[in-house]
Protein backbone atom coordinates (compact mmCIF):
# COMPACT_ATOMS: atom_id res chain seq x y z
CA UNK A 1 0.00 0.00 0.00
CA UNK A 2 1.03 3.44 -0.98
CA UNK A 3 2.37 5.63 1.47
CA UNK A 4 3.22 9.24 1.42
CA UNK A 5 4.94 11.10 3.93
CA UNK A 6 5.30 15.49 4.57
CA UNK A 7 7.98 16.66 7.09
CA UNK A 8 7.66 18.93 8.51
CA UNK A 9 4.33 19.21 9.35
CA UNK A 10 4.73 23.03 9.86
CA UNK A 11 7.09 25.61 8.70
CA UNK A 12 7.81 29.40 9.14
CA UNK A 13 10.00 31.16 6.98
CA UNK A 14 10.66 35.06 6.53
CA UNK A 15 9.39 36.68 3.91
CA UNK A 16 11.59 36.80 0.89
CA UNK A 17 12.99 33.68 1.84
CA UNK A 18 13.57 30.40 -0.73
CA UNK A 19 12.09 27.19 0.63
CA UNK A 20 11.80 23.68 0.13
CA UNK A 21 8.69 21.44 1.27
CA UNK A 22 9.52 17.80 0.93
CA UNK A 23 7.05 14.58 0.04
CA UNK A 24 8.76 11.33 0.12
CA UNK A 25 6.30 7.66 -1.39
CA UNK A 26 6.95 4.22 -0.96
CA UNK A 27 6.09 3.27 -3.85
CA UNK A 28 8.14 4.32 -7.22
CA UNK A 29 5.48 2.75 -9.77
CA UNK A 30 3.73 5.66 -9.85
CA UNK A 31 1.78 7.42 -12.83
CA UNK A 32 2.33 11.32 -11.36
CA UNK A 33 2.85 13.77 -8.54
CA UNK A 34 0.90 16.37 -7.86
CA UNK A 35 1.29 19.47 -5.10
CA UNK A 36 -1.76 21.24 -3.81
CA UNK A 37 -2.49 24.05 -1.74
CA UNK A 38 -4.70 24.61 0.69
CA UNK A 39 -6.33 27.54 2.36
CA UNK A 40 -7.91 27.57 5.47
CA UNK A 41 -12.28 27.05 5.05
CA UNK A 42 -11.35 26.21 1.49
CA UNK A 43 -10.59 22.91 -0.87
CA UNK A 44 -7.60 22.19 -2.55
CA UNK A 45 -6.10 24.21 -5.24
CA UNK A 46 -4.05 22.34 -7.74
CA UNK A 47 -0.55 23.47 -8.02
CA UNK A 48 1.73 21.39 -10.16
CA UNK A 49 1.46 18.20 -11.66
CA UNK A 50 4.74 15.70 -12.68
CA UNK A 51 4.39 12.93 -14.96
CA UNK A 52 6.48 10.26 -14.23
CA UNK A 53 8.67 10.42 -17.13
CA UNK A 54 9.20 13.94 -15.83
CA UNK A 55 12.02 15.06 -13.87
CA UNK A 56 10.89 19.34 -13.04
CA UNK A 57 7.80 21.38 -13.80
CA UNK A 58 7.98 24.85 -13.11
CA UNK A 59 5.10 27.22 -13.02
CA UNK A 60 5.87 30.93 -11.89
CA UNK A 61 7.72 31.00 -8.29
CA UNK A 62 7.15 27.11 -7.92
CA UNK A 63 9.48 24.48 -9.02
CA UNK A 64 8.47 20.60 -8.47
CA UNK A 65 10.98 18.05 -8.94
CA UNK A 66 10.49 14.27 -8.83
CA UNK A 67 13.06 11.66 -8.13
CA UNK A 68 11.04 8.08 -8.38
CA UNK A 69 13.92 5.84 -7.87
CA UNK A 70 14.42 7.61 -4.16
CA UNK A 71 10.73 8.06 -3.76
CA UNK A 72 10.94 11.77 -3.37
CA UNK A 73 9.01 15.04 -3.89
CA UNK A 74 10.15 18.40 -3.83
CA UNK A 75 8.59 21.84 -3.72
CA UNK A 76 10.85 25.04 -4.09
CA UNK A 77 8.62 27.96 -3.53
CA UNK A 78 11.24 30.89 -4.88
CA UNK A 79 11.40 34.57 -2.98
CA UNK A 80 8.17 33.53 -0.37
CA UNK A 81 5.18 36.15 -0.19
CA UNK A 82 3.07 36.35 2.79
CA UNK A 83 0.24 35.11 0.63
CA UNK A 84 1.93 32.06 0.68
CA UNK A 85 0.95 31.08 3.65
CA UNK A 86 -1.30 27.71 3.22
CA UNK A 87 -0.71 24.12 3.80
CA UNK A 88 0.90 22.39 1.15
CA UNK A 89 -0.36 19.04 -0.01
CA UNK A 90 0.94 16.72 -2.58
CA UNK A 91 -0.55 13.47 -3.90
CA UNK A 92 0.35 10.44 -5.42
CA UNK A 93 -1.74 7.53 -7.46
CA UNK A 94 -2.50 4.23 -5.52
CA UNK A 95 -0.11 1.01 -6.62
CA UNK A 96 -1.70 -0.81 -9.85
CA UNK A 97 -3.99 2.19 -10.17
CA UNK A 98 -3.87 4.83 -12.65
CA UNK A 99 -5.32 8.27 -11.31
CA UNK A 100 -8.60 6.67 -9.96
CA UNK A 101 -7.20 6.49 -6.35
CA UNK A 102 -4.92 8.83 -4.67
CA UNK A 103 -2.92 8.97 -1.46
CA UNK A 104 -2.20 12.18 0.24
CA UNK A 105 0.21 13.53 2.17
CA UNK A 106 -0.69 15.27 6.05
CA UNK A 107 0.66 17.90 4.47
CA UNK A 108 3.17 20.68 5.68
CA UNK A 109 1.75 24.02 7.26
CA UNK A 110 3.25 26.94 5.65
CA UNK A 111 3.74 29.85 7.46
CA UNK A 112 5.89 33.61 5.85
CA UNK A 113 6.01 35.46 8.16
CA UNK A 114 6.09 39.31 7.43
CA UNK B 1 -17.35 29.78 -13.57
CA UNK B 2 -16.32 26.03 -13.85
CA UNK B 3 -16.59 24.72 -10.24
CA UNK B 4 -17.24 21.70 -8.02
CA UNK B 5 -20.22 23.07 -5.40
CA UNK B 6 -21.01 20.95 -2.09
CA UNK B 7 -24.16 21.35 0.31
CA UNK B 8 -24.60 21.89 2.79
CA UNK B 9 -21.28 23.68 4.13
CA UNK B 10 -21.99 23.10 7.53
CA UNK B 11 -24.06 20.47 9.37
CA UNK B 12 -24.75 19.44 13.03
CA UNK B 13 -26.51 16.14 13.13
CA UNK B 14 -27.18 13.76 15.84
CA UNK B 15 -26.40 9.48 15.48
CA UNK B 16 -28.33 7.45 13.19
CA UNK B 17 -30.09 10.38 11.41
CA UNK B 18 -29.44 9.43 7.24
CA UNK B 19 -28.03 12.63 5.98
CA UNK B 20 -27.16 13.40 2.16
CA UNK B 21 -23.88 15.53 0.76
CA UNK B 22 -24.72 16.70 -2.52
CA UNK B 23 -21.53 17.31 -5.04
CA UNK B 24 -22.00 18.91 -8.49
CA UNK B 25 -20.04 20.11 -11.11
CA UNK B 26 -20.75 22.08 -14.11
CA UNK B 27 -17.26 21.26 -16.36
CA UNK B 28 -19.00 18.11 -17.65
CA UNK B 29 -16.07 15.94 -16.20
CA UNK B 30 -16.23 11.94 -16.12
CA UNK B 31 -14.14 11.11 -12.96
CA UNK B 32 -15.75 12.42 -9.51
CA UNK B 33 -14.15 11.77 -6.17
CA UNK B 34 -14.53 11.41 -2.49
CA UNK B 35 -12.45 12.66 0.46
CA UNK B 36 -12.64 13.17 3.85
CA UNK B 37 -9.60 14.84 6.39
CA UNK B 38 -9.10 14.60 9.48
CA UNK B 39 -6.32 16.22 11.42
CA UNK B 40 -3.00 13.67 11.14
CA UNK B 41 -4.58 11.44 9.08
CA UNK B 42 -4.62 13.84 5.93
CA UNK B 43 -7.33 13.06 3.22
CA UNK B 44 -8.36 9.68 2.38
CA UNK B 45 -10.64 8.43 -0.30
CA UNK B 46 -13.95 7.00 0.47
CA UNK B 47 -15.49 6.20 -3.09
CA UNK B 48 -14.85 7.55 -6.51
CA UNK B 49 -16.49 7.12 -9.77
CA UNK B 50 -15.25 7.24 -13.57
CA UNK B 51 -18.37 7.68 -15.20
CA UNK B 52 -22.31 7.67 -15.13
CA UNK B 53 -22.79 4.66 -13.62
CA UNK B 54 -19.72 3.49 -12.58
CA UNK B 55 -18.45 3.76 -8.17
CA UNK B 56 -15.72 1.79 -6.43
CA UNK B 57 -14.56 1.91 -3.41
CA UNK B 58 -11.77 4.13 -1.71
CA UNK B 59 -9.42 3.13 1.32
CA UNK B 60 -12.38 3.85 3.72
CA UNK B 61 -15.90 3.24 2.00
CA UNK B 62 -17.58 1.79 5.46
CA UNK B 63 -20.17 3.68 6.34
CA UNK B 64 -20.95 5.58 3.01
CA UNK B 65 -22.70 5.31 0.04
CA UNK B 66 -22.89 7.06 -3.54
CA UNK B 67 -24.51 7.45 -6.40
CA UNK B 68 -23.96 8.45 -9.93
CA UNK B 69 -26.99 8.80 -12.27
CA UNK B 70 -26.11 11.82 -14.09
CA UNK B 71 -22.72 13.48 -15.03
CA UNK B 72 -23.04 16.28 -12.79
CA UNK B 73 -23.93 15.01 -9.61
CA UNK B 74 -22.21 12.81 -7.25
CA UNK B 75 -24.22 12.46 -3.16
CA UNK B 76 -22.52 11.09 -0.54
CA UNK B 77 -25.10 9.01 1.34
CA UNK B 78 -24.39 8.32 4.90
CA UNK B 79 -27.45 5.71 6.04
CA UNK B 80 -26.69 5.74 9.50
CA UNK B 81 -24.21 8.42 11.02
CA UNK B 82 -21.90 7.87 13.79
CA UNK B 83 -19.53 9.74 16.05
CA UNK B 84 -16.59 8.62 13.89
CA UNK B 85 -17.94 10.01 10.62
CA UNK B 86 -17.72 13.48 12.12
CA UNK B 87 -15.15 15.21 9.42
CA UNK B 88 -14.18 18.03 7.08
CA UNK B 89 -15.72 15.97 3.53
CA UNK B 90 -14.36 17.37 0.11
CA UNK B 91 -15.68 16.74 -3.13
CA UNK B 92 -13.65 16.73 -6.35
CA UNK B 93 -13.84 15.98 -10.22
CA UNK B 94 -11.48 15.62 -13.57
CA UNK B 95 -11.87 15.14 -16.97
CA UNK B 96 -11.64 11.27 -18.02
CA UNK B 97 -8.49 9.79 -19.05
CA UNK B 98 -7.85 10.61 -22.90
CA UNK B 99 -9.03 14.46 -22.53
CA UNK B 100 -5.94 17.35 -21.74
CA UNK B 101 -5.29 17.86 -18.35
CA UNK B 102 -7.08 14.89 -17.22
CA UNK B 103 -4.93 14.38 -14.34
CA UNK B 104 -5.76 17.72 -13.10
CA UNK B 105 -8.47 17.50 -9.23
CA UNK B 106 -11.01 20.49 -9.11
CA UNK B 107 -11.85 20.26 -5.51
CA UNK B 108 -14.99 21.84 -3.99
CA UNK B 109 -15.21 23.83 -0.65
CA UNK B 110 -15.54 20.98 1.41
CA UNK B 111 -18.78 20.02 4.29
CA UNK B 112 -17.94 20.30 7.51
CA UNK B 113 -20.02 17.33 9.10
CA UNK B 114 -20.70 16.89 13.15
CA UNK B 115 -22.41 14.04 14.39
CA UNK B 116 -23.20 13.98 18.27
Known amino acids: KQEVTQIPAALSVPEGENLVLNCSFTDSAIYNLQWFRQDPGKGLTSLLLIQSSQREQTSGRLNASLDKSSGRSTLYIAASQPGDSATYLCAVPGVNFGNEKLTFGTGTRLTIIP | EAQVTQNPRYLITVTGKKLTVTCSQNMNHEYMSWYRQDPGLGLRQIYY???????DKGDVPEGYKVSRKEKRNFPLILESPSPNQTSLYFC???????????????FGAGSRLTVL
Open chain 2, 49 to 55: SMNVEVT
Open chain 2, 92 to 106: ASRPGQTTSGANVLT
